[in-house]
């Protein structure tokens, strides 16, 4: 079999390997030991690594509430588990607000502005 000129992504690391990288990270970055570049190399994977335990969690959260859902009679629900509903949220555009009303006019009547 041929072997693939990409290189392959490293696993990642288990929950707790990835929250024990995270302390060793804010350590090295707490002392001085560190020039600027690895000092930003090292925040980056921490935020990178902060990121994926975070949506761990996310996904944990959302296998409880499935798990402990219950009916009006007290018998559980079962669900399909989508890991990806956590990840399919919209988040705000950046740097965007929302179009406001002048202060004399009411809410709803300035074009381009709902409150639904």
């Known amino acids: 079999m ?5 290189p392959q992504a490293a696993p990642e690391p288990a929950f707790e ?9 804010v350590k090295e ?3 001085d030991a560190l020039g600027l570049e690895a000092s930003l190399r090292r925040f ?8 994926r335990c975070h949506q761990t969690l996310e996904q944990a959260e959302q296998r409880i509430k499935i ?7 007290g018998n559980p629900v079962f669900e399909d588990f989508d890991a990806t509903a956590t990840l399919e949220q919209k988040k705000p555009a950046a740097g965007r607000r ?3 009303p002048p202060p004399d006019e009411p809410p709803g009547d300035s074009e381009g502005f709902s409150l639904f």
């Open 67 to 73: 798990l402990t859902n219950v009916d009006p009679q």
């Open 2 to 6: 041929a072997k693939s000129s990409e």
């Open 17 to 25: 390997d990835a929250l024990d990288e995270i302390q060793s990270i």
């Open 44 to 51: 980056e994977a921490g935020v990178r690594l902060i990121r």
């Open 98 to 100: 929302k179009k406001t």
């Open 29 to 31: 970055l707490e002392g």
